[in-house]
């Protein structure tokens, strides 16, 4: 569904990415982990199209990201939910609002929809807090409403960068339930983190293919994680 090729990037001059090569299958789980600054969140942006490599391909669903316009990228990334690391929301907007955000630009905020949006906030476990405003939300919350809005379009990927790195261990567990569960429902799953102890207690509950960012390259991790 996503595939990386011998991709490059490069940015004022110097090289962050070198020779990457990634394929992400239907139903497949994937940590991806590394030093601050080797490039996680670079590579999660050329998976999603947000940057365009300068050397190599990025093909999304079959089609060469350097051979798509923006409307076509703008497409393609409906079938693709990203969880960022800063969980951006609109703060004037209510928590149910901020989640639907994507249905209502993509036109799709019909009355199924909606009812969709009741289902969702209760699997987030945010059913009470619909009304709330973000500046409202602990950290825990802030997580799980963006996880819901990553999801509400039914993508077939899901991309996270450090998902739990602003909340506890109990709540990174239950986050990580969230992730694995939607994997067991057939969707791709790559998260972006330094935290190994959430590695460890994923590979109890899911088949994962860990990675790391090392000096610009990308290799499989050891198998002591």
């Known amino acids: 569904m996503i595939e990386l ?8 001059g110097g090289e962050l990415l070198t ?7 239907p139903a497949t789980f994937h940590f ?4 601050s600054g080797a490039g996680k969140s670079t590579l999660l ?27 076509a990228v703008a497409i393609s990334r409906r079938r693709i939910g990203v969880v960022h690391q800063d969980c951006q929301f609109l703060d004037h907007l209510s928590v149910a609002e901020n989640i639907a955000l994507p249905l209502a630009v993509s036109g799709q905020d019909s009355a199924d929809e909606r009812a969709n ?3 969702l906030l209760g699997w987030v476990g945010l059913t009470g807090r619909a009304d709330a405003l973000p500046p409202e939300l602990s950290g825990g919350e802030r997580q799980r409403a963006a996880l819901a809005r990553a999801v509400i379009m039914s993508p077939d990927v899901i991309l ?21 569960e939607l994997n ?17 207690a994923a ?21 002591d994680l």
């Open 5 to 12: 090729e011998n991709v490059a990037y490069s940015y004022g």
């Open 19 to 25: 020779d990457i090569s990634l394929g992400l299958a």
């Open 32 to 35: 991806l982990t590394g030093p």
């Open 45 to 71: 942006k050329l998976c999603y199209g947000a940057l365009r490599p300068t050397g190599g391909h990025v093909r999304l669903f079959d089609r060469d990201v350097t051979q798509m316009d923006r409307d």
């Open 117 to 119: 949006l009741r289902e």
């Open 160 to 180: 996270a960068d450090e998902p739990t790195g602003n909340v506890d261990w109990e709540m990174s567990q239950r986050l990580l339930q969230l992730l694995v």
């Open 184 to 200: 067991r429902m057939g969707k791709t799953i790559l998260i972006a983190t330094h935290d190994l102890s959430l590695i460890r």
């Open 203 to 223: 590979k109890q509950q899911v088949q994962a293919r860990v990675l790391r960012i090392s000096k610009r390259r990308l290799q499989l991790a050891g198998t």
